[in-house]
């Protein structure tokens, strides 16, 4: 029960009677008598399932009290019935769409005519849930200075612990047409809630302050707590139902949204509508904003190598490119300084080319490397030599006109690398004997190219390098995005990922490249590591690790440190180096300095792993 004053007994069954009666089946003629018989309210229209029964229906006189404004983005205001039905499927609160800033104020009492729809943001084809809205309205400010109806407050008691129902097979996977048990699944919670003013305490934030000006906190501290404040995403059933999205109604320029660090807590009450969008799901839209008292979470610094330990490292360093302030590479170059105890052999994703995005055909990353290098040698760090293999123009995907690639950068004080008839873009790299011993065709060189799994996307580069006599193969890898793939709140339960797809081919690839290594010499060192854009738990990293061939290492730490990016609250593996059987005994380290801070040089965290050939 939301409210202490429920309807009568008679008049809310004269209503559910209307809606079984025709309302569902979206007859205008049982439309028209429930309105003569009783006016239409706010829960009327949100019904007990994620879809109005009123869809496409023009309604008449909803009343309902102003809860908060919206001036910016999709413009228009919440209204809230203060008088609740005896039905927690159903909210009390509605967004009436305005597409013009809004000439009414939170606390306004209203009335509203307008045509009932469901708004799906990002579109049909996203997954994403609908938002009930009113739209095309004609308003009627009844009063002023009215008490905002109380809000619902949101916590660790009353979110549920399991996430979501399963969808409809018969709907094609979809939640749309399933009545909501706010009081056992999260997702329904929050969607019975939807539109309607709610309330958190003080909460852990989970998700820092980004571009857009949104952070995200857990009302649940303790569920999958990551050892620095996050909440980890562990598997495709750990969706943490505590992470929330927060923002605020009113416009940065006029108010400055606040900066917070995971770890931080967002202090106090904040309150105002939930909505649902298409780059969080449910938002808690803050008419008042709590306050961030910072924590104290500070970037780390990994362990130097020991002299006879090889220190291998991935890093995505986000679409580097000559144009990019000289601050940047600044900073990225500190990292691999201070951060990550200068490694002798650093795989790196997302270097670009010598002018950047600017689409002319330019393939060459010459100008990027050399500028990348200085700065590390500037801030302290060694004179690393690169190799890498140019890709095609506009073949591997990514920013147009970027043309990105994976580089290695070594330490020739410390590593050696063997050049073997460097390949070209299309060229692919094979396995062969040298001296009784497993070697590479090209080095450096490409992984199958030529395999429709990379197309549009980055091929493996594979080099080989000698640490203290010894071999070690080491493959860099930035597989494809997970662009595409319906968010955890999608109506389908579970989402459709259909980026898994390409993704698992191109683990099959590699998986398929180091099996060739390994049937040369089982002994063989070989680390593949990169941007896998994928979960330790998922089916590429297992094709990945197909055979025993690789072992994700980052599963050598505890469920609480296994995490290099932070998505919507849930912090979560992306970068990984796998290692063969050979390589038994080493340290891992996930170097966090970049996921969990509003300030970042990259939205990656960059992995090291350290051993003794």
């Known amino acids: 029960m939301r409210s202490s004053h429920p309807r009568s007994a008679a008049v809310a069954a004269l209503v559910a009677t209307a809606l079984a009666t025709g309302l569902l089946a979206g007859s205008a003629d049982a439309a028209e008598g429930a309105v003569s018989a009783d006016p239409i309210r706010i829960h009327d229209i949100q019904g007990t399932t994620r879809i109005s029964p009123l869809n496409g229906k023009q309604v008449t006189d909803v009343e309902g009290i102003v809860t908060g404004v919206r001036t910016y983005g999709s413009r228009g205001f919440w209204i809230q019935d203060p008088d609740a039905d005896d039905n927690d499927a159903t909210s009390e609160g509605v967004f009436v769409f305005t597409n013009a800033v809004p000439t009414v104020a939170a606390g306004d009492a209203v009335k509203v005519s307008g045509t009932v729809g469901e708004y799906i943001p990002g579109g049909l084809t996203s997954g994403n849930q609908s938002v009930t809205q009113i739209s095309k309205p004609t308003v009627t400010v009844v009063s002023s200075g009215n008490a905002v109806p109380a809000a619902t407050a949101i916590n660790e008691y009353t979110v549920p612990a399991e996430y979501t129902p399963a969808g409809d097979p018969a709907a094609g996977g979809s939640v749309n047409g399933l009545t909501l048990e706010p009081s056992r699944f999260a997702l329904d919670y929050y969607e019975s809630l939807e539109g309607m003013n709610v309330k958190i305490g003080t909460s852990r934030v989970v998700g820092a302050t980004d571009p857009y000006s949104e952070l995200w906190v857990t009302v649940k501290g303790w569920e999958n707590t990551a050892k620095r404040g996050g909440t980890i995403y562990g598997s495709y059933e750990s969706q943490n139902t505590g992470r929330l999205q927060v923002q605020q109604l009113a416009p940065v320029a006029q108010q400055p949204f606040p900066v917070a660090n995971v770890g931080d807590k967002l202090t106090g009450t904040t309150e105002g509508p939930l909505d649902f969008n298409q780059f969080g799901g449910y938002t808690l839209v803050a008419r008042t904003l709590g306050t961030v008292k910072a924590g104290t979470l500070a970037p780390e610094k990994t362990k130097p190598q020991a002299e006879q330990e090889l220190a291998v490292a991935t890093y995505n360093v986000e679409n580097l490119d000559p144009t990019d302030p000289q601050e940047k590479f600044d900073a990225l170059a500190k990292a691999v300084v201070e951060n990550l105890a200068s490694p002798d052999v650093l795989a790196l994703e997302e270097i670009q080319d010598d002018n950047g995005a600017k689409n002319d055909g330019t ?11 200085a700065a590390i040698t500037a801030a302290g760090g060694p004179a690393y030599q690169w190799r890498t293999v140019n890709p095609e123009d506009k073949k591997d995907g990514g920013e147009p006109g970027g ?192 996921a969990e801070f509003a300030a970042q040089n990259s939205d990656h965290d960059p992995q090291v792993l350290r051993f003794r050939p």
């Open 403 to 594: 043309n990105i690639r994976q580089v290695f950068l070594f330490n020739p004080a410390r590593v050696s690398f063997t050049e073997r008839a460097p390949g070209d873009a299309v060229t692919a790299t094979g396995v062969t004997k040298v001296n009784g011993k497993a070697a590479l065709t090209h080095s450096p060189g490409r992984v199958d190219p030529a395999n429709p799994a990379w197309a549009d996307s980055r091929k493996p580069l594979a080099g080989e390098f000698v640490f203290r006599g010894k071999t070690v193969f080491v493959i860099a890898n930035h597989f494809g995005s997970k662009g595409g793939d319906e968010g955890l709140t999608s109506h389908h339960q579970p989402p459709v990922r259909s980026s898994e797809a390409k993704r698992l081919q191109q683990a099959q690839a590699v998986n398929g490249f180091v099996k060739q290594i390994l049937a040369e010499d089982k002994n063989a060192n070989v680390l593949v590591l990169g941007d896998i854009n994928d979960f330790e738990f998922s089916a590429t990293t297992d094709a990945l690790a197909d055979g025993g061939a690789l072992y994700p290492a980052i599963k050598s730490l505890p469920k609480a440190e296994r995490y290099s990016y932070v998505y919507q609250g849930n912090a979560q593996v992306l970068d990984q180096i796998l290692t063969s059987p050979a390589i038994k005994k080493y340290t891992y380290d996930s170097v966090h300095i970049n």
């Open 363 to 373: 393939v060459s990353a010459e100008q990027t490397l050399a500028k990348f290098t």
